[in-house]
């Protein structure tokens, strides 16, 4: 069983999985799978999207039954039926698509089922004050009071996790918890983390971020296809070897970033202003991949989002091949020849139960018209050439989007935009959520299609990933550019993320 062998009786573990079996239909999610979490440590589960996860920590917050197996927490035979069941037991945990309630406040989400009460009433007053003290102790500038539905996606993240180590939790577990941070949020998030540790609390931190992992964590357990494949202490492994036994085989570049050909411009901005940024001006090449980076509300997919025509713009001109071009709304935008991929590919990318062949053709639908009837004929195999294009995979493109994972959604999300032939791609945190080879699969389609000559611009949280996938890089300080960095400073070690970040600090 690798380095996290059980201890005679179980006294050094929390919790305890064995031989944990769990089937949908014909398909076995999970196969006598196990899992030893030692009191106070960080334990990393890693494995590809698929790999059975997210099942298994949804059974033992009782949102999956088990077919067979035992589980055992505290010494004892553990089962329970629900989250809230499991939350008044000891454990908690963060999903990694966010569940918020958006018309209720802050501190209404941070203690939903654990408010203050005087009698049958709530007091108000007494949870915000407990609230008020949680975002203090994170240094989180909200009022308790604000509504969550007017919260960006990574502020959203921040309360979900308040939420979940609020519940005086003994196991906290962490699907994904920095997949929408920044880095400074992201270091605040693994202060928590100590802090938890120091007082005796486990956690259990699932990510698909290398770097994350060997960072905070004591202890990583890998999963494959539904199967336990091994655990070791995380000073036992490599990011090389990890990756190797997550997928089964030797992933060799996670960032296969190839040089293409750069041309001439393609779209220019001057001094864009709006909500969240101002004076923006920066150009795009044919072939390009242009990174912006910055901490979260810097301005960044503020920025692009009136670029798309999504938010107004105050000012400022935009150029699409020396043209000055409008986009009131993304209509326009696409005419223009502009494309996004919006960061939350669930909310705003896809139609998750609508099938794969529908969400493509969604953006396309005029180019299959024929009078007022669709060629079906026509559509479905252009839907076709572009998912084996992009290679989704899926049963077959009828089915719902909801059943892929989140490397093929990112796929068909990418499918449909590409389909609108653009001459500028925008891709908002591209690898947001996907494992490590569905990584390395859009990384290398980033690069074909700017070997196929789109201006690429790409935003991205993740350090590594923006150095090493772009041309070229602006830096991003409250709401304005604060440099501009060349993928060959980059390379010569000029640039290092230190670098980065004093200048997404604002020096």
Aim: charged share 25%.
């Amino acid at each position: 069983m690798g380095g996290n062998a059980k201890a005679a009786g179980g006294s050094d573990y929390i919790l305890e999985c064995r031989d944990l079996s769990k089937s949908f239909g014909g398909t076995k999610a999970l196969r006598n799978v196990e899992l030893h979490i030692k009191k106070g440590e960080v334990h990393a589960l890693v494995g590809e999207n698929g790999a059975g996860k997210s099942t298994l920590m949804k059974a033992i917050i009782g949102l999956h039954k088990i077919d067979s197996g035992t589980i055992t927490f505290e010494g004892k035979p553990y089962k329970v039926n629900g989250p809230a069941e499991a939350i008044r037991k000891g454990i908690t945990m963060i999903h990694q698509e966010l569940n918020p309630e958006p018309y209720l406040t802050v501190a209404e989400n941070i203690f939903l089922h654990n408010e203050d009460a005087k009698g049958i009433f709530l007091n108000k007053k007494a949870t915000n004050e407990r609230a008020e003290k949680i975002l203090k102790e994170f240094d989180f500038p909200i009022s308790p009071t604000h509504l969550v539905g007017d919260l960006s996606l990574a502020q959203a993240q921040m309360i979900e996790i308040m939420k979940a180590v609020s519940s005086d939790a003994k196991l906290v577990i962490m699907d994904e918890p920095t997949s929408s941070l920044d880095n400074e949020e992201t270091e605040r998030l693994f202060q928590t983390i100590r802090q938890l540790k120091e007082k005796g609390v486990s956690v259990v931190y699932i990510s698909h971020r290398m770097e994350e992992i060997f960072s905070i964590c004591d202890t990583v357990s890998v999963f494959r296809d539904g199967q336990y494949i091994d655990c070791k202490p995380i000073g036992e492994v490599t990011q090389e070897s990890l990756i190797s036994m997550m997928v089964g085989r030797e992933v060799k570049n996670v960032f296969p970033k190839t040089e293409c050909e750069i041309g001439d411009v393609v779209f220019k901005v001057e001094g864009l202003t709006g909500k969240g940024f101002t004076d923006i001006s920066f150009e795009v090449r044919k072939g390009e991949i242009l990174g912006l980076t910055g901490l979260a509300g810097a301005g960044r997919s503020e920025t692009m989002r009136a670029i798309f025509g999504l938010d107004p713009l105050v000012s400022g001109k935009m150029y699409m091949d020396g043209k000055e071009i409008v986009n009131k709304n993304p209509r326009q935008a696409i005419n223009h020849g502009i494309a996004m991929v919006n960061e939350d590919r669930r909310e705003y990318g896809l139609c998750l139960y609508r099938s794969i062949s529908e969400n493509i053709s969604l953006p396309n639908l005029p180019v299959y018209q024929k009078g007022l009837l669709l060629n079906k004929r026509r559509e479905k195999a252009e839907n076709r050439k572009y998912a084996e294009m992009l290679t989704v995979k899926a049963a077959s493109l009828e089915e719902d989007a909801i059943a892929l994972s989140g490397g093929n959604q990112q796929k068909v999300v990418l499918a449909k935009w590409l389909m609108s032939d653009p001459k500028v791609l925008i891709l908002d945190e591209p690898t947001r959520g996907v494992d490590v080879g569905a990584k390395s699969e859009i990384h290398s389609l980033m690069c074909e299609f700017a070997r196929q000559g789109l201006a690429v611009i790409m935003i991205s949280s993740e350090l590594p990933e923006v150095m090493a996938m772009s041309d070229r890089l602006l830096v991003y300080h409250e709401g304005r550019i604060n440099g501009e960095l060349l993928r060959e400073d980059i390379q010569n070690g000029k640039v290092t993320q230190e670098t980065i970040l004093a200048k997404e600090f604002g020096n």
